[in-house]
């Protein structure tokens, strides 16, 4: 069955320092990743999808498919990035969304 | 409405008691899922509706917990009998597919006391 791991549950920067969210997963196919993040009192909502490799509000994240990770990356974190992240897969073909256990996120000015 | 509704937003119930919490999906998608968030376990799946297939109901915890979606429209995720470890926020979420993004709701924060 497939699995994504999230191993920091917090993490704390200060304003303007690079961050890095880390993400692995497993799964012996080719998976979609995802990451969703969720601000305070917000509902959940889509960031970024490795396919589009696209960034938004900053960020990016990149397929490592030899090392199985999806880590997301801003180069200068802004206060407003504040909030709980979730890595997430989804299985070729597949219809649900296998969730990490979050990151919260907290940007110190 | 612009987005996935979610009722109640909030609701505490006695143990033992049942409970009902609905889901508006986005008008025109088609598919509808359930996911629950609990206190460091991450979103977990309950279950999934797409069309007019049979559901997905694989995520389900136990017997006690049901779905189900009438005229290819709004859910409800019926929890019978519940117990403390069903407290939990309630999230249901909905997409035009199966292959595209998901849109999720407010979700509904259950408290078993």
């Known amino acids: 069955a497939q699995r994504v791991t999230q191993p920091e549950k917090l993490l704390s920067v200060f304003k303007g320092a690079p961050v890095e969210l880390k993400c692995n997963y497993s799964?012996?196919?080719?998976?979609?990743l995802f990451w969703y993040v969720q601000y305070s009192r917000q509902r959940l909502q889509l960031l970024l999808r490795?396919?589009s490799r696209e960034s938004i509000k900053g960020f990016t994240a990149d397929l490592n498919k030899g090392e199985t990770s999806f880590h997301l990356k801003k180069p200068f974190a802004q206060e407003e990035d504040s909030a709980m992240y979730y890595c997430a897969l989804k299985i070729t073909s597949g219809s649900r969304l296998t969730f990490g256990e979050g990151t919260q996120l907290t940007v110190n000015p | 409405g612009a987005g996935v509704s979610q009722s109640p937003s909030n609701k505490v119930t006695e143990k033992g008691k049942d409970v009902e919490l609905r889901c508006d999906p986005i008008?025109?998608?088609?598919?509808l899922y359930w996911y629950r968030q609990s206190l460091g376990q991450g979103l977990e799946f309950l279950i999934y509706?797409?069309?007019?297939?049979?559901?997905?109901k694989s995520g389900l915890p136990s017997d006690r917990f049901s779905a189900e979606r009438t005229g290819g429209s709004v859910s409800t995720l019926t929890i019978q009998r519940t117990q403390q470890e069903d407290s939990a926020v309630y999230l249901c979420?909905?997409?035009?597919?199966?292959?595209?993004?998901?849109?999720f709701g407010q979700g509904t924060r259950l408290t078993v006391v």
């Open positions: 979420a909905s997409s035009l597919g199966w292959d595209r993004d998901a849109f």
């Open positions: 008008s025109g998608h088609t598919a």
């Open positions: 509706f797409q069309g007019n297939s049979a559901p997905d």
């Open positions: 490795h396919i």
């Open positions: 799964y012996s196919g080719s998976p979609e």
